[in-house]
């Protein structure tokens, strides 16, 4: 574990505290997932000059809400007036862009940096910041991640985080395709501007 | 070559003078590619039991706007106030869903059902009407066409038309996919609604 002090308010509180309140909120599981996507985060942001305390906090707050319920998600969606259009879809849409809304509620993080590498996390985006692909490689590639290519993405992902985005985001969209799995249309968005616009 | 007697009055004029009319529109080699979508969508049309004439006529004007320029078509989308969206498109969107005003313009079809056929013969849509199923599935299996899978496509679209759609997209996705080519939003709504529907 890092001993990460932090100093700039995104949060208010240690990292310990933070890490008490995800604890809280996730499974053991998922809880040891978040621990390995927030230090792969941290790393990337240091090789890419990212603010490591927003990759810190981005890495740990991510999947803060991936294990709340459908009704709750759909109350969110209503009461913040979110895109109508979300109520179709489901918690691997949800638990980013809706989640951002619950993390800004409960951890009162209002840092919008941070709120946006959550929303992006999942489908990315074809607009993103090096913090929000800081975190959606991150989450690819972490450490306790299993998956045929996960070496070969690791060695991209501390290359180049651009080329990292573009495989992560090709490699997802076949494997969906490949199991005749639902795609979200705005992943396409971000296969179109970081898979074809770098090729 | 079929004798098909048009009496529907969707085109005023004989399918002779329909021909010539395309012939002048587009190269030789598109027009050989046309007659075979034809023959496809009547063959598939007798199949499913859909207008005959329609599948024709549908099928004979669905490319016929694929040699226009980029000007006119961007000239069209303003005129016809299409979504502005098109604009940042190319030719291959743009002749289907532009093509169709094009059609309507310069040949006198007005029969919504054919027009639709050709505004979804490119890349789908999530509804699909059993004649935009027939000129979608002809485009891709009609006897011009060559690549690994056709005749296993050709097969299944004699045998179901929902799963030669399902086939045709995936293959098509699958194809874009592997060589970084762009894709159409639209088309994932196609794949979301007929493949992970249908399996």
Same mark, same amino acid.
């Given at each position: 574990? *890092?001993?990460?002090?932090? =100093?700039?308010?995104?949060?208010?509180?240690?990292?310990?505290?933070?890490?008490a309140?995800?604890?809280?909120? !996730?499974?053991?599981?998922?809880?040891?997932?978040?621990?390995? &996507?927030?230090?792969?985060?941290?790393?990337?942001?240091?090789?890419?000059?990212?603010?490591?305390?927003?990759?810190?906090?981005?890495?740990? &707050?991510?999947?803060?809400?991936?294990?709340?319920?459908?009704?709750?998600?759909?109350?969110?969606?209503?009461?913040?007036?979110?895109?109508?259009?979300?109520?179709?879809?489901?918690? %691997?849409?949800? =638990?980013? !862009?809706?989640?951002?809304?619950?993390?800004?509620?409960?951890?009162?993080?209002?840092?919008?940096?941070?709120?946006?590498?959550?929303?992006?996390?999942?489908?990315?985006?074809a607009?993103?910041?090096?913090?929000?692909?800081?975190?959606?490689?991150?989450?690819?590639?972490?450490?306790?991640?299993?998956?045929?290519?996960?070496? %070969?993405?690791r060695?991209?992902? *501390?290359?180049?985080?651009?080329?990292?985005v573009? %495989?992560?985001?090709? =490699?997802?969209?076949?494997?969906?395709?490949?199991?005749?799995?639902?795609?979200?249309?705005?992943?396409?968005?971000?296969?179109?501007?970081?898979?074809?616009? &770098?090729?």
């Open positions: 574990m *890092f001993d990460l002090k932090y =100093h700039k308010d995104y949060f208010a509180g240690s990292r310990d505290e933070l890490c309140k995800i604890q809280q909120s !996730v499974s053991t599981k998922r809880y040891q997932h978040i621990l390995g &996507v927030e230090q792969a985060a941290v790393q990337l942001a240091q090789e890419n000059n990212v603010d490591v305390e927003k990759a810190s906090i981005a890495g740990l &707050v991510h999947d803060y809400a991936k294990e709340r319920s459908t009704e709750e998600f759909k109350r969110v969606i209503k009461k913040k007036h979110l895109d109508p259009d979300l109520l179709k879809w489901n918690n %691997f849409i949800w =638990h980013g !862009v809706v989640g951002a809304e619950i993390i800004a509620d409960e951890l009162k993080i209002d840092d919008e940096e941070i709120l946006n590498a959550v929303r992006r996390h999942t489908v990315g985006s607009v993103m910041t090096q913090l929000d692909k800081v975190v959606y490689v991150a989450d690819f590639i972490e450490k306790g991640r299993v998956f045929p290519d996960v070496d %070969f993405a060695t991209i992902a *501390f290359n180049n985080l651009d080329q990292a573009a %495989f992560e985001t090709k =490699h997802t969209l076949q494997y969906l395709l490949a199991a005749n799995k639902t795609i979200y249309p705005a992943a396409i968005e971000t296969y179109n501007r970081w898979v074809v616009a &770098v090729n």
